[in-house]
Nanobody
């Protein structure tokens, strides 16, 4: 079992920045590929970014590429999402997820563990 808790969400103006954190507990954090997903009101949950176990491979949705950076510190059992140049369309609940995999993953069904989510609201 892996327990995931997100933090760092909030209200920010367009063009601003936020850093989300995902704290993991339970089984060996470094054995899991990790990802961020988001769900905007009235929309399906979508992939945002993913990182493999060693922090040497990352993947981003086109909509956030160049603005968001995913990272992890295995010694702290924590993953991060640095979000810069935020836009109103980034408003969503952001979820972190863990997949029993050595590779980055994009699909929800590939992730077995999920956090409760943290709200990010970008005002224009």
């Amino acid at each position: 079992q892996v327990q995931l808790v997100e933090s760092g969400g909030g209200l920010v103006q367009a063009g601003g920045s936020l850093r989300l954190s995902c704290a993991a507990s339970g089984r060996t954090f470094s054995s899991y590929a990790m990802g961020w997903f988001r769900q905007a009101p009235g929309k399906e949950r979508e992939f945002v970014a993913a990182i493999n176990w060693s922090d040497r491979s990352t993947d981003y949705a086109d909509s956030v590429k160049g603005r968001f950076t995913i990272s992890r510190v295995n010694a702290k059992n924590t993953m991060y999402l640095q979000m810069n140049s935020l836009k109103s369309e980034d408003t969503a609940i952001y979820y972190c997820a863990a997949a029993w995999s050595t590779m980055t993953r994009r699909r929800e069904y590939e992730y077995g563990y999920w956090g409760q989510g943290t709200q990010v609201t970008v005002s224009s």
